[in-house]
Structure formats: structure tokens, C-alpha cells
């Protein structure tokens, strides 16, 4: 009887009505990983638009499969152009290729199909939960740049949405106390420890990276419980279905980018190195 109470608890909880989702970009674009925090943030670089609405749109005025595009936009991009090592680029060109395809051909229609299928308060629900997972990335690399305040304001998050949270699914800690989420990743403590970024890198399926954060997207799946508690037949499924959650949200970003670049791949590796300077800033 007691389970069951608190089971009807639980669904009680669930079915309250809520917020407008505060989906979190994550410093790098990629396909299915965003252990540091995905993707509106390049979009909203190239492009220069005030961001994209709840359900991902690719700001106002956009149509057809990439939305609209002015010359004042194209011109931006050029003159953003970040200068990186970029030794390896017929290799990255390739996999930047290979993932394109990969999203237009798998992981949109999938992520389409699922955001017709899952009310959006649903998957609000999930990604709060995922997002309330990886908090001891945040935790431990906010502590490893001495930003103790930062670490401990994680913690308190973790701690509430666990439990008032009823284990993540409520965002408890940015609702209900105002804590604001401290994205950090390994990549940005190398880099705090004065690790250069070294060259650039275009991975499959995990996009755009540099060898300095793939040390660090390493050391990010080192640290993600999901990894560490679970074993892979349980943590990849849960991997892939917040990926396709996430994405349900973004639908039309990338395609907003690619129709404002002149050359898609420098676009993308300009936004990908402008944001990890930005998020370096911080």
C-alpha cells in the first residue's frame, strides 16, 4: 500500500502542469553527446538571432528547410572567421559530411517523429532528469577551477532536484530557490590549467572538437554516473534517448546554420571555437 501511495504521488507530481522548457545550449554542437551541457548556441552565433523558441525554431521569418538568410548575415560570418590548426581537414571535412547526412537522414526524422509523439511537458520532464544526472560533471570540474561557489550551488541543485525533485524530473533548484545551472566540462579545466585547444577535430557522430577537448569529452564520460553505475545496455539506450529528447527541442538550428554559411563546415568549426572562448570567458 505504501508503494502504491507513493506511486500515485509520483504521477500526481508529474501531471502538474509545466514551465516553459529552459533548455540548456551546450558549448559544442554535436549529434548525440552534450556531456558539458547543444546546439542553438551555434546557430544563434552564425546567425546572430535572438534565440530559438521553446520548440526550437529557427527564429522568426524562417522557411522552407533552412530558413531565411540576408547578406548582412553572410557577412557577419565571414568577418567571424576564427583562425585554428586545422591540419587534419580533409579528414574533419569527410566526418563533417558523414555526420550531415547522419542528421538529415536518421536523427531528424527520428527526433521529428518523437516530438509528434511526446507532449512537450514530457519531454521537459526528461531532460530535466539528464540534465540533473550529469551534475557531478559540474560539480567536479567547477571545484577543479577553484570555483567553489559554483560547485556548491551544483551540489544544492543535485540535492534538491533529488529530492523535492522526485529524482531530477522537476527542476526544483532553478524554480522553486532560483539556482542557476554552471555548465563546465573537463575541456574548459584543461584549458584553466593553460592547456592549449591544440588543432581541430571533427569526430563522427560527436561533431565538431579540438584534441584538447576530446581529452576532455574523455574525461566527461569518466565522470557521467550513467557510465560508471549502469552497465551499457542500460546506459547507451538512456544516452541515445536524451539525445533524440534533446534534439526535439532544436529542430531547424542546424538547418538555419547551414543556410546562413557560405561554406558550412568553416561555420560550424567558427562557431564551435567561438563558443569555447566565450564559455572560457566566464
Not at 547543444?38 to 521553446?54: I, N
Not at 555526420?99 to 527520428?110: E, G, T
Request: proline share 7%.
Amino acid at each position: 500500500m505504501r508503494f502504491l501511495s507513493l506511486l500515485s504521488v509520483f504521477f500526481v507530481f508529474l501531471s502538474l502542469p509545466p514551465p516553459a522548457p529552459a533548455i540548456d545550449p551546450p558549448p559544442a554542437f554535436s549529434y548525440l553527446s552534450r556531456m558539458d551541457g547543444g546546439y542553438t548556441t551555434l546557430a544563434q552565433t552564425e546567425q546572430g538571432k535572438a534565440g530559438a523558441g521553446p520548440e526550437g525554431s529557427a527564429g522568426a521569418g524562417a522557411e522552407g528547410e533552412y530558413g531565411n538568410v540576408t547578406e548582412e548575415q553572410v557577412s557577419k560570418e565571414q568577418a567571424a572567421e576564427v583562425h585554428v590548426a586545422d591540419p587534419l581537414e580533409k579528414w574533419n571535412r569527410f566526418w563533417f559530411q558523414f555526420n550531415d547526412r547522419l542528421y538529415f537522414w536518421a536523427l531528424k526524422p527520428a527526433a521529428k517523429g518523437y516530438k509528434a509523439g511526446v507532449p512537450e511537458g514530457l519531454r521537459v520532464i526528461f531532460n530535466n532528469f539528464y540534465r540533473n544526472a550529469a551534475a557531478p560533471i559540474r560539480i567536479i570540474n567547477n571545484a577543479l577551477q577553484f570555483k567553489m561557489k559554483y560547485a556548491g550551488h551544483e551540489l544544492l541543485r543535485l540535492v534538491v532536484n533529488a529530492t523535492v525533485g522526485v529524482g531530477g524530473f522537476k527542476d526544483c533548484a532553478s524554480e522553486c530557490l532560483g539556482i542557476p545551472v554552471h555548465q563546465n566540462g573537463f575541456d574548459l579545466t584543461l584549458a584553466f590549467y593553460h592547456v592549449g585547444p591544440g588543432f581541430y577535430l571533427v569526430w563522427p557522430v560527436l561533431g565538431p572538437s579540438t584534441a584538447r577537448g576530446t581529452v576532455g569529452l574523455a574525461g566527461d564520460y569518466a565522470a557521467d554516473p550513467m557510465i560508471w553505475l549502469l552497465p551499457w545496455t542500460v546506459s547507451l539506450p538512456l544516452r541515445a534517448h536524451d539525445k533524440v529528447n534533446y534534439l526535439s527541442f532544436h529542430i531547424g538550428d542546424y538547418e538555419a546554420l547551414k543556410r546562413a554559411a557560405v561554406d558550412p563546415y568553416v561555420a560550424v568549426r567558427n562557431a564551435y571555437m567561438q563558443n569555447r572562448a566565450a564559455a572560457l570567458s566566464k
